[in-house]
């Protein structure tokens, strides 16, 4: 009795996989969608909306360091921001095109912080590769006068072209901040420097370069992450113990301690 039972439920299991398998139909929508590429720590390509976090969205770029890295003058120069696809891959390239989102607070003007979107050079560089779901695609910085006052803040937005249409709405934008003076590391929030140097100040960003002779830049923040975690605490203990150190030796000469703009002392301490 129990094998007749066995045989007639695995009978049914087998005519509903059956039935379910029949209604499953082929994927075949035409329609092609983009995202911007996030990633984590890791380098992981992050995949879900869970993975995500403010900071993330926000990419700096700095004149001042990228003049340091180079030792050169730089006016202009080339931030490439990834993108990934949704829908079938295609046998032909596809052009991608971005488009600004105004927020109001110190936006960046086209043609005066950034080559235009729609400038043909740019749009030659800006693709998905034929049989690719993956690019990076060219954002033209210009380094302008205005700089020298505030930064401007670029945030870009996934346009409709025909070809693709913004995907999820939570990858459908980024943030670019661009600054004549250093400014923090893309990847400084990603590795929690905060919680080994306090929070990121370009004064504190100065000082780091000048004490440590390194630029503590995306590369160098990147190498110190995948590195040695001891070396890093130790790096934090010296920053206070130098900051110090500097402190008493400017208050012996009658000075003042080295202070922020708005006049807050410096500080390295961890969260």
Same mark, same amino acid.
């Given at each position: ?37 996030? %990633? ?133 934008? %980024? ?61 934090a203990t010296w920053m206070k ?8 030796? %400017? ?7 080295? %202070? ?12």
């Open positions: 009795m129990k094998t007749k039972l066995g045989i007639f439920l695995a009978g049914c299991c087998l005519l509903a996989f059956t039935a379910c398998e029949k209604d499953l139909q082929p994927y075949n929508t035409p329609g092609a969608w983009l995202n911007f590429a996030f %990633r984590e720590s890791s380098g992981d390509l992050i995949t879900s909306s869970e993975g995500l976090y403010d900071e993330i969205y926000d990419t700096y770029y700095s004149f001042a360091l990228q003049s340091a890295t180079t030792g050169t003058d730089i006016t202009q120069d080339t931030v490439w921001i990834e993108v990934s696809t949704m829908g079938f891959l295609s046998d032909q390239d596809r052009q991608v095109e971005l488009q600004q989102v105004v927020t109001g607070e110190n936006d960046a003007v086209s043609g005066v912080h950034y080559v235009a979107f729609d400038d043909p050079a740019l749009l030659a560089k800006s693709y998905v590769p034929a049989g690719q779901n993956m690019a990076s695609v060219p954002i033209v910085v210009l380094r302008d006068a205005s700089l020298d006052q505030h930064d401007v803040v670029l945030k870009i937005a996934i346009k409709d072209n025909g070809v693709f249409k913004p995907g999820y709405e939570e990858f459908s934008t %980024r943030t670019l901040h661009i600054s004549a003076q250093l400014a923090k590391p893309s990847n400084w929030d990603a590795y929690y420097m905060d919680f080994m140097f306090g929070a990121y100040t370009p004064t504190k960003h100065a000082l780091m370069i000048e004490w440590t002779g390194n630029l503590w830049d995306d590369a160098y923040v990147e190498e110190l992450n995948n590195g040695d975690y001891g070396y890093l605490e130790y790096l113990e130098k900051l110090e150190e500097e402190n008493q030796k %400017r208050l012996d000469a009658g000075e003042d301690i080295l %202070r922020e703009p708005d006049g807050t002392p410096v500080t390295f301490d961890m969260f």
